[in-house]
């Protein structure tokens, strides 16, 4: 395993980690603020502890998504006697879990994207 394989592997829990930041969460995700404001009630640290849990995520988030990709291409050279998976139950599955994970990213990266803006006003 290398650095990188065992820095995902490390951070593969990170939107567990993320809801447990529920009150950073709130925080940054307020409209009523600005940046600044925002700037104010939170600390610097837990900002850069909440892009680095929104990086890995979304890093997650590519790779299980290419990997569904890729299962689903390798699985038109099996055939079809051995599959244990209906071909519809295989689509149904697959379209689901491709849902949820482009759902996940879009708000990952909106909270990675607040947090940036929210770190630039410390400077």
Avoid: W
């Avoid at 997650?60 to 099996?78: A, Q, W």
């Avoid at 071909?87 to 990952?108: R, V």
């Amino acid at each position: 395993m290398n650095q990188q394989q065992f820095i995902a592997a490390s951070l593969s829990n990170s939107p567990a980690l993320l809801l447990e930041q529920a009150r950073e969460l709130a925080i940054i995700q307020d409209k009523k603020h600005s940046p600044s404001e925002k700037a104010q009630m939170l600390k610097q640290h837990e900002l850069n502890t909440i892009i680095e849990y929104c990086e890995s995520t979304s890093c997650n988030i590519d790779f299980l998504t290419s990997t569904l990709g890729k299962l689903l291409l390798e699985r038109l050279h099996i055939p079809s006697q051995t599959l244990l998976l209906e071909n519809q139950d295989m689509l149904q599955f697959a379209g689901i879990l491709n849902t949820l994970l482009a759902s996940l990213k879009t708000s990952i990266s909106t909270i990675e994207n607040s947090s940036k803006v929210i770190v630039g006003c410390y400077r």
